[in-house]
């Protein structure tokens, strides 16, 4: 079983960007993909970006997409979410979560989550 713990996030200023990281112990990453979620206050959790074991394939959800790039670090049992261009609807609670697939399905079932990042965008 993996253990992630995301770290990077806090305040910024509308326009302005954070690079979120997890880093993972327990097991090896090479045979999971890696999701970042965010939720936000009153808002269901969302997915917003997906990397396959080998970063051959990536998604994004569509309010992300030219403004995020998930990239992952396997030897060092690393993830990344770099956000730029933030905005105010980029607030909430940001989770990287792993999944026994190697590649990203809308349906895989994500078994090992961390505690969460908080990232607030405000002026």
């Known amino acids: 079983q993996l253990h992630l713990v995301e770290s990077g996030g806090g305040l910024v200023q509308p326009g302005g960007s954070l690079k979120l990281s997890c880093v993972a112990s327990?097991?090896?990453?090479?045979?999971?993909?890696i999701g970042w979620f965010r939720q936000a206050p009153g808002k269901e959790r969302e997915e917003v970006s997906c990397?396959?074991?080998?970063?051959?394939?990536?998604t994004y959800a569509d309010s992300v997409k030219g403004r995020f790039t998930i990239s992952r670090d396997n030897a060092k049992k690393m993830a990344y979410l770099q956000m730029n261009n933030l905005g105010p609807d980029d607030t909430g609670v940001y989770y990287c979560a792993a999944a026994l697939s190697y590649w990203c399905r809308s349906d895989q079932y994500w078994g090992d989550w961390g505690q969460g990042t908080q990232v607030n965008v405000s002026s």
């Open positions: 990397i396959s074991v080998s970063a051959e394939s990536t």
């Open positions: 327990g097991s090896t990453l090479e045979h999971h993909s």
